[in-house]
């Protein structure tokens, strides 16, 4: 297989869930020193460490190895049915709890499960959506940095992933903001979310399509926690959209 062939499966390698033939194919090609793939794979691994630090560690079953290739379209989604056997199982555990008399202990139970099941489910939505721009077509890549440092990643269609390094502490009732600056930065600043760090990393997504033809560049400032409508401080960084 050619390094073409292999985009998108760089990421799952990072990740430990590539399947086969793909893991042997970019090992062979690292093995002897492939460029592109080295460089890739460099880039995946970044990703894939920022990714790590969005959630406490846990080893992966191979249910969830399924589950994020399937979100992330490189396999069939065996899981259609998770929803229906995620409540039978609900009803089954509320059976047991309510006749031995522990409705009390079931509801926290129940309540612990579901915050789980929600924090997995918004780590898998993040990891597509990054994936979705990572391996787009029309997907470009623009580096910046030499105290704050990192990669903007923009796709016409998709929208912007910002992968962040070296980010000063954000005060107490403070966040990041992402601005989208047309006009080569000369323009109105249009704002693109909010975001914390995590040991002074971070990565963003802004969804949705991006006027490349405005020259607009990314730039990220220090705002109230819920946000500003404008900067109110000067970027911490600004990265020109290629």
């Known amino acids: 297989m050619n390094c073409d062939e292999l985009r998108g499966q760089y990421e799952l390698y990072a990740l430990g869930v590539a399947g086969e033939p793909e893991r042997s194919e970019i090992r062979a090609h690292l093995n002897r020193g492939c460029e592109v793939c080295m460089s890739e794979m460099k880039r995946a691994r970044e990703l894939s460490a920022l990714l790590g630090t969005t959630a406490s560690a846990a080893a992966p079953s191979p249910k969830l190895r399924r589950r994020i290739l399937a979100s992330a379209g490189y396999e ?30 079931f509801a926290t139970l129940a309540d612990r499960l579901d915050r789980q099941l ?75 979310g909010t975001f914390q760090s995590t040991g002074g990393s971070a990565m963003h997504i802004q969804r949705g399509p991006v006027d490349m033809a405005s020259k607009p560049v990314v730039a990220v400032t220090l705002e109230p926690e819920g946000g500003s409508s404008a900067p109110t401080s000067t970027p911490i960084f600004a990265a020109p959209m290629q």
């Open 76 to 105: 069939q989604k065996r899981f259609g049915a998770a929803p229906f056997l995620a409540a039978a199982l609900l009803l089954s555990l509320f059976a047991v709890f309510y006749f031995s008399g522990r409705e009390r202990d």
């Open 118 to 192: 929600r924090g997995q489910t918004i780590e898998l939505t993040r990891l597509n959506e990054a994936f979705a721009i990572l391996n787009g077509p029309e997907t470009t890549v623009t580096s910046f940095g030499a105290g704050p440092k990192g990669k903007v990643f923009v796709n016409p269609t998709e929208g912007v992933l910002l992968v962040a390094f070296n980010l000063p502490p954000a005060q107490a009732g403070k966040a990041y903001e992402m601005w989208l600056i047309p006009n080569g930065g000369k323009g109105t600043p249009i704002p693109a």
